[in-house]
């Protein structure tokens, strides 16, 4: 495995965000980068969080003053408090608040897959609130089919095991040797906590998934493309995809960078071979490098 002996993520901390109580980790000083990591609540597929970030955290931190947040619901962040706010504006909305409540101004977003989203949105919604908008391999996003239903159908059983979330962060990658043992055993832990089976209780049994949830997203999708291509989106972008994502398809990261460069003045398009979905664990240190570059040019312009 990649790594052998890595270090878990140091620097948890929790703060309330308008009664959610949200963990997060910091490190380093300098420009705030915020990371938020992809998929959404009561997901059966990988239980994604803060720790996502484990292989850049660190190295990033030698640079900038780094906090990687748990989503509303995911990780060890509480869930929305009523079934109405299991939707994608509700994370949203939750991540703005936790800018807000961190006091930071001027924040360079990171976002990966559905975090994509998030943070395009956020940037669309609060741009006096952000420097830049990095969006990492976001199917979620980009126009066009996604593939991850397919590829995701046959994940062994019993679902959320740590067996099925290797396998299904196996199936999103180029090679699983970014798979740690301390990425799987946080996965399983998030998994297992009383709150997070509530989230997979509603969204599957109950059904918020398709009656709330993916309705909701597909009409602020449609509407967060068209505010883009109307030149709404001003802020400096960075898109980062992994050349052999099987999910979210390069193609889809191109078209949608066509439809930002069009409208804003600094915009970039990275793509990193040998990496799939998760392009940030997969070559932490060339996409580290990218961010690095990024965000420093982002600082020096007025």
């Given at each position: 495995?990649?790594?052998e002996?890595?270090k878990?993520m140091?620097?948890?901390?929790?703060?309330?965000?308008?009664?959610i109580r949200?963990?997060?980790f910091?490190?380093?000083r300098?420009?705030?980068?915020?990371?938020f990591?992809?998929?959404?609540?009561?997901?059966?597929?990988v239980?994604d969080s803060?720790?996502?970030?484990?292989?850049n955290?660190?190295?990033?931190?030698?640079?900038f003053?780094?906090?990687?947040v748990d989503k509303?619901?995911?990780?060890?962040t509480?869930n929305?408090?009523g079934d109405?706010?299991?939707?994608?504006a509700g994370v949203?909305?939750h991540?703005h608040?936790f800018l807000?409540?961190?006091?930071?101004?001027?924040?360079?977003?990171?976002?990966?897959?559905?975090?994509?989203?998030l943070?395009a949105?956020l940037?669309?919604?609060h741009?006096?609130f952000?420097?830049s908008?990095?969006?990492?391999d976001?199917?979620?996003?980009?126009p066009g089919p996604?593939?991850?239903e397919?590829?995701l159908a046959?994940?062994p059983?019993?679902?959320?095991?740590?067996?099925?979330?290797?396998?299904?962060?196996e199936?999103y990658s180029y090679?699983?040797?970014?798979?740690?043992?301390?990425?799987?055993?946080?996965a399983?832990?998030i998994?297992n906590?009383?709150k997070?089976?509530?989230?997979?209780r509603?969204?599957?049994e109950?059904?918020l998934?398709?009656?709330?949830?993916?309705?909701?997203?597909a009409?602020?999708?449609?509407?967060?493309?068209?505010?883009?291509?109307?030149?709404?989106?001003?802020?400096p972008?960075?898109?980062v995809?992994g050349y052999n994502?099987?999910?979210a398809?390069?193609?889809r990261?191109?078209?949608l960078?066509?439809?930002?460069a069009?409208?804003?003045p600094?915009a970039?398009?990275?793509v990193?071979?040998?990496?799939?979905?998760?392009?940030y664990?997969e070559?932490?240190?060339?996409?580290?490098?990218?961010?690095?570059g990024?965000?420093?040019?982002?600082?020096?312009v007025?």
């Amino acid at each position: 495995n990649l790594r052998e002996g890595l270090k878990m993520m140091t620097g948890e901390r929790f703060i309330d965000v308008g009664g959610i109580r949200t963990r997060y980790f910091e490190k380093g000083r300098g420009e705030a980068l915020v990371l938020f990591h992809g998929s959404h609540f009561g997901t059966t597929d990988v239980c994604d969080s803060a720790i996502d970030w484990e292989l850049n955290f660190d190295s990033l931190a030698r640079w900038f003053r780094v906090i990687a947040v748990d989503k509303l619901g995911q990780g060890h962040t509480d869930n929305p408090k009523g079934d109405d706010g299991y939707t994608m504006a509700g994370v949203v909305g939750h991540a703005h608040r936790f800018l807000v409540a961190m006091g930071l101004e001027n924040a360079h977003v990171i976002g990966h897959s559905r975090g994509g989203y998030l943070v395009a949105r956020l940037t669309l919604e609060h741009a006096e609130f952000i420097r830049s908008c990095i969006i990492i391999d976001s199917g979620t996003l980009s126009p066009g089919p996604s593939k991850t239903e397919q590829i995701l159908a046959n994940a062994p059983q019993p679902r959320l095991s740590r067996e099925s979330q290797r396998w299904v962060a196996e199936h999103y990658s180029y090679s699983g040797k970014h798979i740690t043992e301390s990425w799987l055993d946080a996965a399983v832990e998030i998994a297992n906590l009383p709150k997070y089976r509530e989230a997979v209780r509603k969204m599957e049994e109950q059904g918020l998934k398709k009656s709330l949830f993916l309705p909701q997203l597909a009409l602020e999708k449609e509407q967060t493309l068209n505010w883009i291509m109307q030149g709404r989106l001003k802020t400096p972008t960075l898109v980062v995809w992994g050349y052999n994502d099987p999910t979210a398809a390069l193609r889809r990261g191109q078209f949608l960078f066509e439809l930002i460069a069009d409208s804003s003045p600094i915009a970039e398009m990275h793509v990193i071979n040998q990496a799939g979905h998760f392009c940030y664990r997969e070559q932490p240190d060339a996409f580290n490098q990218v961010i690095r570059g990024f965000v420093e040019k982002c600082s020096t312009v007025k």
